[in-house]
Nanobody, 120 residues
């Protein structure tokens, strides 16, 4: 069993920064791509950013100038640095990871989500 646990969410004012963390634990052989998604009330879940095990990154266009994704493979942890936050960034942020249990099995996991609220 694998768990992804997010942390770092909270309430901030517009223009401020937050850093989210997501740590994977459990029966992990290795981790492939890790990413962050978000879901605002009444909207579909959307991609924020993704990072491969080699460190290649991809961002949603609306966030690539303000958000930075990174990872520490030794700690099985992915981070999301969010700068210049806007009220429209308010959402529940979810961590996602492709986890290899062994050479043959790879499963996709989601964290429980962490709330980010940005006040005007």
């Amino acid at each position: 069993q694998v768990q992804l646990v997010e942390s770092g969410g909270g309430l901030v004012q517009a223009g401020e920064s937050l850093r989210l963390s997501c740590a994977a634990s459990g029966s992990i052989f290795s981790i492939g791509a890790m990413g962050w998604y978000r879901q605002a009330p009444g909207k579909q879940r959307e991609l924020v950013a993704v990072i491969t095990s080699r460190g290649d990154t991809n961002y949603a266009d609306s966030m690539k100038d303000r958000f930075t994704i990174s990872r520490d493979n030794a700690k099985n942890t992915v981070y999301l640095q969010m700068n210049s936050l806007k009220p429209e960034d308010t959402a529940v942020y979810y961590c996602n990871a492709d986890v290899k249990m062994d050479w043959a099995r790879t499963y996709n996991y989601w964290g429980q989500g962490t709330q980010v609220t940005v006040s005007p």
